[in-house]
Nanobody, 122 residues
Framework: LVESVESGGGGLVQAGGSLRLSCAAS????????MGWYRQAPGKQRELVAR???????NYTDSVNGRFTISRDNAKNTIYLQMNTLKADDTAVYYC???????????????WGQGTQVTVSS
């Protein structure tokens, strides 16, 4: 079973700056189908920021296209989100998400990380 989905790398940065988030899933995992980052700002719904599949396909929400890059290290069950040219509107709690299986052909399970705060000052 998954022992943890841990994320980190958030913090306070000025507008125009950069941050890099990381998220690692650990445990007796057979395969990770997809991992991604979601964010939730105060008073708003949680939204998808970026997602990457096991095959490397990516998709981004329009507002971060060209500024954020998601990547993954399959050997480490880890994903990264490089965030450049940050804006005040990017301020939110960022949550890592993992969809995985414990055995071949088995059901898929979804896990969430604990969230990491990203604050962009204007």
């Amino acid at each position: 079973l998954v022992e943890s989905v841990e994320s980190g790398g958030g913090g306070l940065v000025q507008a125009g700056g950069s941050l890099r988030l990381s998220c690692a899933a650990s445990g007796r995992i057979f395969s990770i189908n997809a991992m991604g980052w979601y964010r939730q700002a105060p008073g708003k719904q949680r939204e998808l920021v970026a997602r990457i599949t096991s095959g490397g396909s990516t998709n981004y929400t329009d507002s971060v296209n060209g500024r954020f890059t998601i990547s993954r290290d399959n050997a480490k069950n880890t994903i990264y989100l490089q965030m450049n040219t940050l804006k005040a509107d990017d301020t939110a709690v960022y949550y890592c998400n993992a969809v995985l299986s414990y055995d071949r052909g088995g059901p898929r399970y979804m896990y969430w990380g604990q969230g990491t705060q990203v604050t962009v000052s204007s």
